[in-house]
C-alpha cells in the first residue's frame, strides 16, 4: 500500500484513489505495510485517514523519498491495527494523530523509531497485547527526536508487565510530554529520554545504562520505583522520592532547591557519582552504601536505616583541608586514630615492640659483658622496658629522639648504638660500689 499524494483534486483523504499508487486503493491486510512514498501534489498537505473503521497493516512508515512533513490524522471513527513498526525513514519530522492500535498479529514489541528524521505521535496509541516498547532512533550522526504528546497504552490489560526500552548504539532523544501509565522497566541505554514539566512515570523501574534520564519537575518517578544507575547520567530536575538507589557507576546530578529521597527495606549500593547543587535524604530501614566520588552541595540526610560512605563527600567551591572533608568511613577512622597515636609515641605495634625489646636485651648483655672485661664487675646491668628516651649521655642527639618517636622505628642506627645508654638499660641495685658506672 503505496501512498504517492497525486490527487488531482487536491484532496488529502485515504478515499481518493489518486492518493494511491496507480490511482487504486489498495488492498488493507496484515501482510501489506503502509508506506508514505511521495507527494506529488503540493496541494495535497496531510494525510486524512477518513474510512470511518478500522483496517489492518504489517507497518507504518514513511520512505526516504518523502520529502516535506505531513500529520497522518483521521475524520471519523476507526483506526489503523498494525503488528510491529511506526517508523520514520523521511529526513523530515512526521507526526501520527490519529488512533493507531500495534502489537497485533503475534509481534513481540511495538516498535517507535525515529530512524532518519523525528517522529511525532499524538494520537491513541492502544496496546491490546501488553506488549514492550522499543525505541530504535538515528542511526547516523544526525539527532532525532520521539516525541510522546500522548500516554502509550492506555488500554493494556497488563501494564507492570509492560516495558519501554531505547536502544543502544542510537542517537535520538525521547521526550515525554504526557504522563506515562506502563509499569514495568524503563531502560535508557543511549540517547536521551527527558520528561517535559508535570509528566510522571508509573515505572516500577529506572534503569540508566547509558544516555541520559532527565527529569524537570517534582513527583516524576513513583514512590515504589527503583533507581539504577551503571552508565550515563540521572539529571534530577524536582524534588523525588523513589525505593532505592543501586548502580555500579554514572552520575546522579541533583538541580539546586531539589532533594531524591530514596530507600526501604532492602540493602543496596551506588558506586557512580552524586553531583549537583541538591541534597540527599536516606530513608527506609536497609543500608545504603555509597563508594563514588560525590560532591552534591544540598547535604545528606539520614532519617532510618544505614548510610555508608565509602568515598568522602566534596563540597563545590571550597578548598579542600583534611578538617573540611566528610567524615570517613569507621574503616579509615581506626586507621586514623591509629596513626595520630603513634605519632605521639603511644602506640608500638606488637611485632615492633618484640623486636625492639629483644634488640635492648642484647645491648645490655653488651655492656654488661663489656663492664666485666673491664671492671671485673658482673652482673651490672640489666634491661628494664619501664625506662624512656631520656636516660641519654650528656651530648644526646634530640633530633635522634623526635626521630624515632615519631617514625616508629625499632632500632637506633648503628651509628648512634654508642652514643648513649641503650633504652631500658638500668644499673642493678646489687652492683659493687667500686665498678664504673655509665655516664648519667
Known sequence: MVWVGGDSFNSSNFTNSGNWQNNTQPSWGTGNSLKFSQNLNSNVTGLNYNYGDWRDANDIYWDTTFTVSR??????GGGIRFTTRIENNSSYAQTAAMNLSGGQNGASDIQLNPVKGSLILSGTI????????????????????LTLNTELGPNAPNKPNVDFTVAGGRNSNVQVNASQSWAGTTTVNSGAFTTANGVTLASSAIVVAGGTVATTSANTFADTATLTVNSGRLSIGGSDTVASLAGTGGTVDLAAGTTLTAGDAGATSYAGSITGSGGFTKVGSGALTLSGNNSYGGGALVSQGVHLLRKRIRRPGRRQHRHQQHRPDGEQLREHNHRQRHHRGQSWDRACQHRRDQHRIEQCQRLDRDTDAQQECPGVWRYN???EWSHLLPRPDHRLRRHHRHSGACDAPERHQQLHRPRGCQQRRDASVGCQQWPQ
Open 385 to 387: 622496658p619501664r625506662l
Open 71 to 76: 500529520t497522518l490524522q483521521q475524520t471519523g
Open 126 to 145: 492502544y496496546n491490546d497485547n501488553s506488549l514492550d516498547y522499543t525505541v530504535y532512533g538515528s542511526d547516523t550522526a544526525t539527532v532525532t527526536t
